[in-house]
């Protein structure tokens, strides 16, 4: 029924309407109640007042039954300045209260909390997060606030009071005590984890205990929206107020018959602080929400020497600390209990991950696998030719790879999984793919693979091999085997593509493959694979390349003679690159069969008036050691070069003529004359002879650029640079001589020690008879004819020196071909019969001669075993000496033919003679020894090669003499 009137209403009420209100009576008159009680009290439904004082003045007896009746219908009735917690509890519940949502009124109780805010002088105030919560109305404090809040305690006591109904500045968090009758009833509990903790706190197992702990449902509530600006304005107000609600987190365990209450601060979590850890609801960098322990804090780091916190951020999720500013450490570490430091073996998960697409869990699995093995797993779930793509950066991979080989235990790990694509190689600024160690290489040093191709392995060390990356180099090369340098392989495929190079890069790549072909000895294979390609680039108008089986010539070393002939003959262009090479010519000519224009081009020297020039004779004889050891010194010349001119020293004489013309010869049958004009000096190699016109034989310059340009043939910037140091040591050596004479030279020759010396006799005049045969003749054989001088070094050496004729010892019996070497053969009664005819000087004659040469040959070669077959007597073999090649292993055969008589250049040879020459043509040899028995210094000796082919040719000719005894008879 609707029986009762309220205050200010004009309408009447039922009890009804107010079972979850509160309705007051009127505060009496009599009592003097609190400023801050009125003030709520206010706003709250009360009865008319009108209503009681009208019972009182006509029924008094009737008013306290009156107000029995409506307090026992729920009207709630002050009598004191002080509530009764009775009184309390029911104001906790169906309190009536204004906010701030315009100035509605609320209950209080239920799900419905109200929140108090800084103008009532809290400091705790969640205003931050106005949207989400219900604050007190500022009318309170602005109407009354001249009237009952005139100090601070006022506003205090009326702060007290409201928190007392329940209205906080914070969150509001229950206090609620947990029994237990013994620590296994915290199974499947959020405390289980604490089973183990408490029966060792506490003693016993079966010890009953009470959890005393602080949960929060309005924090549960928010974290669980899974608004990320929500939780990030919560996370901000938590780590802010810290200090005043850090006692909220933990829970307390007390025994049950109070014995004993155990620290919270020994990691006894409450409820309010697992919800806070356990909830997915911190912020990260992407708008992302994850669990506290998934999240990592992240400070700059100010050591140099390892990546900076910030390095990391892009690869772990790390709290936004722009958006989400936290200064508590107690909070980030004790609470949150967040990440501040990326562990190695945390990058090394996620590194397996970008590379071979390994989850955590497979990752491990493989690694616990294969336990058995610890240095290997094999890589099963990939393709050996795969290319994980990865969206980073290659500065970012160094300090990655830097960062993992700082941990003995993920070096290991990288070490076991090295058979895995681990190799970071980028494509662009910002991507690039994870390859295995198979498909690069380290160091490409010719720079020719830096255009890659899918097919094609990959350099590295321009990504990973500056000055300060020693350590990964080690890394990939001896941790993850990844080879050195690129192979045979690597070079092949770009030969395909020469059409897309210029000269030079084609040289390049040629020179490489040359090289590497014979060091690897797969001349065949090569041949064949480059069999169709025109890579060869030629002189001419046409400039078109050329296969190698198109048979063109490598280029000789005079420009001019090139020129000559480009136009009949297919003469390759070479690269400046290339000719700096000193093994080039030979990798490339042996490689791919090529035939040197310098073997079949005859250079034909025409002079007039020759005389023999002492001046440079006297100085070059006494100098040219130390012009070879000048260049030897300083690498201008290399080691074969530096024998070959040996031999071509060891014949040098000098002339001064009247004319010099050069001419060249094809097959006897092209024949072109040099362009060029009449030259005024010239050394012509095969005959060893250094000729220079007479009016310029003062000329010393003129006699130097001839001899430097002699030594120094090449025709680049190098071999520029190369003659102008070599012309400036000569002069040098010229004043020296000049002004001091040998002395001057002798002090510089203390210093001087090499292998091959250079030697120019002083010795007469000798002449070559003999012609070069071409290449293909020339390619038979190991050294051309040469006539040899008997010098003072050779005589000293040798011991021949006031050395008595060795005479044969008595004849004695023949003995058996089996009791004496194997290679003797049976001798004829012609060759016997020719040494019958002969008196015993002439017998000692020819032995002298003999021994000549075989000293001689143990001088010139000292590692090879030569052996005098008639040292002890004369077997009347075919030939007098054998040499065996130390390194070749082949036997050379030499007969010795001796003459007292300078001009004399015939001789006997026998039937036999002529056998053997023909049955070896390449390693049977003739030593026509011109002796002279006064003064041995002027025996000469001429070496006699190839007989047979000199005879075809008819450089040589075979005489027959017809004797007294000899009977023809005919038809």
């Known amino acids: 029924m609707k029986i009762i009137p309220l205050r200010q209403q004009t309408r009447l009420v039922s009890i009804d309407e107010f079972d979850e209100r509160t309705l007051l009576f009127p505060l009496e008159k009599v009592t003097k109640f609190s400023k801050h009680i009125k003030l709520v009290l206010v706003d709250l439904p009360t009865t008319d007042e009108q209503l009681f004082d009208y019972i009182e003045e006509n029924y008094p007896r009737r008013l306290d039954s009156m107000k029995r009746l409506l307090k026992n219908l729920g009207v709630c009735v002050f009598i004191c300045c002080v509530l009764f917690v009775t009184d309390l509890k029911q104001l906790q519940t169906k309190m009536v209260i204004k906010t701030r949502d315009n100035n509605k009124f609320v209950q209080l109780g239920g799900d419905t909390i109200v929140h108090l805010t800084t103008l009532y002088g ?101 974290v669980a929206s899974a608004d990320i600006d929500l939780c990030a304005q919560l996370l901000v107000s938590l780590d802010r107020f810290h200090r005043f609600i850090s006692s909220y987190y933990t829970a307390s365990v007390v025994l049950s018959h109070g014995s004993g209450q155990y620290s ?90 970008w590379s071979c697409s390994l989850d955590s869990d497979t990752l491990w699995r493989l690694v616990n696998a294969n336990n058995d093995n610890p240095y290997i797993i094999p890589c099963t779930l990939l393709p050996l030719y795969a290319r994980e793509p990865h969206l980073d950066t290659i500065d970012n991979l160094r300090h990655i790879y830097h960062f993992l080989l700082s941990d003995v235990e993920c070096r290991t790990l990288l070490e076991r999984f090295r058979l895995w694509p681990l190799i970071f190689v980028p494509c662009d600024k910002s991507n690039g793919s994870f390859l295995f160690a198979h498909q690069v290489f380290w160091d490409d040093p010719t720079s020719l693979l830096s255009q890659r191709t899918t097919q094609q392995r990959i350099p590295i060390q321009s990504f990973y091999g500056d000055d300060n990356n020693a350590q990964l180099q080690s890394f990939f090369t001896e941790i993850l085997h990844v080879e050195l340098r690129p192979t045979l392989d690597d070079y092949l495929p770009l030969l395909l593509m020469i059409d897309h190079y210029q000269e030079n890069v084609t040289w390049r790549l040629t020179e490489v493959v040359a090289r590497l072909t014979l060091e690897q000895n797969r001349q065949i294979e090569v041949r064949e694979k480059c069999a169709d390609i025109a890579f060869i680039p030629c002189l001419g108008n046409e400039k078109k390349n050329v296969k190698y089986s198109d048979q063109p010539f490598y280029p000789h070393y005079d420009t001019i003679i090139n ?10 262009k070479l690269s400046d690159d290339v000719k700096l090479l000193s093994q080039f010519e030979h990798c490339f000519c042996s490689l791919f069969q090529i035939q040197r224009l310098v073997d079949i081009i005859q250079v034909l020297v025409s002079v007039d008036n020759e005389q023999q020039s002492v001046e440079l004779l006297d100085f070059y004889a006494h100098s040219i050691d130390l012009i070879q050891y000048f260049l030897c010194s300083n690498s201008l010349i290399s080691d074969t070069r530096s024998q070959q001119l040996g031999h071509v020293f060891a014949r040098m004489n000098f002339f001064c003529v009247d004319h010099i013309q050069l001419s060249y010869r094809y097959q006897i049958i092209d024949i072109a004359h040099r362009p060029s004009p009449i030259l005024d000096a010239y050394i012509d190699e095969l005959s060893s002879k250094f000729y220079i016109l007479k009016k310029f034989e003062k000329s010393d310059l003129r006699c130097i650029r001839t001899m430097v340009n002699f030594l120094i043939q090449d025709n680049n910037k190098n071999g520029q640079t190369a003659r102008s140091k070599l012309s400036s040591y000569i002069e040098g050596l010229l004043y020296h001589y000049q002004n001091e004479g040998e002395q001057g030279l002798a002090k510089r020759r203390e210093s001087v020690e090499h292998q091959f010396k250079w030697i120019i006799p002083q010795a007469i005049e000798t002449k070559q008879f003999l012609t070069t045969p071409t290449h293909e003749q020339e390619h038979q054989v190991e050294e051309p004819n040469e006539p040899v001088i008997i010098t003072i070094d050779m005589i000293e050496k040798s011991g021949l020196k006031n050395k008595p004729v060795r005479k044969l010892p008595k004849a004695r019996p023949k003995e058996p071909v089996s009791t004496r070497s194997k290679c003797r053969l049976e001798h004829d009664d012609e060759d016997e019969h020719v040494m019958n005819d002969l008196d015993q000087g002439e017998k000692d004659f020819g032995r002298r001669g003999e021994e000549l040469v075989f000293q001689y040959l143990k001088w010139k070669y000292p590692d090879d075993n030569i052996k005098w077959l008639n040292d002890e007597q004369e077997y009347f073999l075919p030939y007098d000496i054998e040499i065996i090649r130390k390194n070749e292993k082949t036997k050379e055969l030499i007969e010795v033919k001796a003459t007292r008589v300078s001009d004399q ?3 006997q040879v026998s039937i036999r003679e002529i056998k053997w020459l023909r049955a070896h043509p390449n390693t049977y040899y003739i030593y026509r020894v011109y002796y002279a028995e006064n003064d041995p210094f002027l025996s000469t000796i001429t070496v006699l090669s190839r007989v047979k082919w000199h005879l075809q040719q008819k450089q040589l000719s075979l005489c027959m003499k017809i004797t007294e005894q000899t009977t023809i008879s005919g038809d």
């Not at 999720?317 to 450490?329: E, G, I």
């Open 905 to 907: 250049h015939t001789f």
């Open 264 to 353: 919270p601060a020994q990691g006894v979590e409450s409820s309010f602080c697992l919800s806070v850890r356990q909830h997915v609801w911190i912020p990260v960098v992407g708008n992302q929400l994850l669990k506290p322990a998934e999240v990592y804090f992240l400070p700059q780091s100010n050591n140099n020497n390892v990546p900076s916190s910030s390095f990391f951020c892009r690869y772990v999720p790390h709290l936004d600390s722009a958006k989400v500013p936290l200064n508590d450490n107690d909070f980030i570490d004790n609470i949150l209990v967040l990440k501040k430091q990326v562990l190695p073996m945390t990058m090394f998960e996620l590194f397996m991950k």
């Open 122 to 222: 809290c400091t705790r105030s969640l205003e931050i997060l106005k949207d989400q919560f219900i604050f007190i109305s500022d009318d309170y404090y602005k109407l009354y606030r001249n009237e009952l809040f005139l100090t601070d305690n006022d506003k205090y006591k009326f702060v007290q009071f409201l928190r007392e109904l329940n209205v906080n500045d914070f969150l509001q968090v229950h206090f609620i005590e947990y029994p237990f009758a013994n620590v296994y009833q915290l199974a499947n509990t959020k405390w289980t984890y604490l089973t183990s903790k408490l029966i060792n706190s506490i003693g016993s197992d079966q010890e009953p205990f009470v959890i005393k702990d602080y949960q929060c449902n309005e924090s549960d509530k928010l």
């Open 563 to 572: 020129d000559l002939f480009s136009d009949k003959l297919r003469i390759i």
